[in-house]
């Protein structure tokens, strides 16, 4: 919970900081999909900030309530695909198991693995596109929510 609060204060913060239209071509931010073995799954855009509007939504867990989550392997590789440039230039991805515990999970080259043990697996994947030449400054954020099921 810690985890998933430190992430709610930090996107507060950069949509307090400012949302500089910057080169966001879009009217909402792009999609992202998870791949694994080749096979793309959608994920749910959650909250945002994007262009002149910011949008707040539940939590991954709230937000996926009644929707199957994409069964996977353990210890299984997984992408995360955006196919938009520019691509963000911060990213964070949050695992929170059915206990409610939080892990920041480590993303290398946009792929990370599943996790070891059995079960079912929410994540909230947050990015922002932080502005290079302002500190501070964002030019669009996004978190997205998907749910994996370890057999």
Excluded: R
């Amino acid at each position: 919970m810690k985890k998933w609060l430190y992430f709610s204060i930090t996107s507060v913060f950069f949509i307090l900081a400012g949302c500089a239209n910057g080169n966001l071509l879009s009217s909402k931010p792009p999609e992202v999909f998870i791949e694994i073995a080749n096979e793309k799954y959608d994920t749910k855009l959650g909250t945002y900030c994007w262009g002149n509007s910011c949008i707040d939504t539940a939590g991954p867990v709230e937000m996926l309530e009644g929707k199957a989550p994409v069964k996977v392997k353990p210890g299984e590789k997984i992408n995360l695909v955006m196919d938009y440039e520019p691509k963000p230039n911060s990213i964070h991805l949050l695992q929170i198991n059915e206990e409610k515990e939080e892990v920041e999970i480590l993303v290398k080259d946009h792929e990370f693995t599943a996790p070891a043990q059995k079960g079912i697996y929410y994540f909230s994947y947050g990015v922002w596109w932080m502005d290079e030449k302002q500190e501070n400054v964002s030019n669009g954020d996004a978190f997205y929510a998907f749910a994996l099921e370890v057999e």
